[in-house]
């Protein structure tokens, strides 16, 4: 019986990387931008998991628990900081929240 | 019986990845993100990995997605505008995205022979025991570590978010 050979994973965390980049790119809209980054972070966990696999061991196991645990806390300021910059501005346009460009 | 599981949950997850990515409303976003969280933890315990599973339902399918449809229903945000996005990026994004998936995918396959397969149960060093014991042993400075960024961060959530008094 044949199993999936181990590029297939690593090729499906490929696409979900560049889908991510394509959303972090293309979205103007500063929570979908944010759900893009989160999205990376899951293909690259795919990735970390299947290197464990093909390695035996367990130590991306642990990396992958550590960048859900970064992932967590990230959302939470983000999402803070994001509730601010709504509260000052009425906006969630990134093209909007540009003080620091002039 | 392995490459079936694996090929439906890969579209799974694909379908709504590019869903994440076209969707114009931020709701439509974060339910089709769920679905991609969902059926990566599923690959997850096709390659061994039950603790990570487990751990990706509750984390990120559970609380950060909550946390993500809380917010957007807090600040009742809209579906976006399409206007005013540059040329460039409209001109060279899509194919330079091409060109970085064409060559992670050309590398990845050269890399690995596909002798190098996945058996569902060829690896069992995935379970809460054996994650635990290393969390608590090789790995223990960096998990205190965690316990400290965790705090730091619900800290300041709840400096930047509170209402400000006088």
Known sequence: ?102 | MDLILFGVFAIIAVVCGINVVVQSHPISSAISLVGVMGSLAVLYLLLGAEFIAAAQVIVYAGAIMVLFVFVIMLLNAGAESRKGRSLMVQLLGVPLLITLFGLLAYFVQRMYSPEASVHFGGFRGGTAEEIGHALFTTYLLPFEVTSILILIAILGAVVLARKEMD
């Open chain 1, 1 to 102: 019986m044949a199993g999936v050979p181990i590029y297939y994973f690593l090729t499906l965390s490929a696409i979900l990387f560049a889908l991510g980049v394509a959303g972090f790119l293309f979205r103007r809209n500063i929570i979908t931008v944010f759900m893009s980054i989160e999205l990376m972070l899951n293909a690259v966990n795919l990735s970390f998991i299947t290197f464990s696999y093909y390695l035996k061991k367990n130590d991306g196991h642990i990396f992958a628990f550590f960048v859900m645990v970064v992932a967590a806390a990230e959302a939470a300021v983000g999402l803070a900081i994001i509730l601010t910059v709504f509260k000052n501005r009425q906006t969630l346009n990134i093209d909007e929240v540009d003080s620091l460009k002039n």
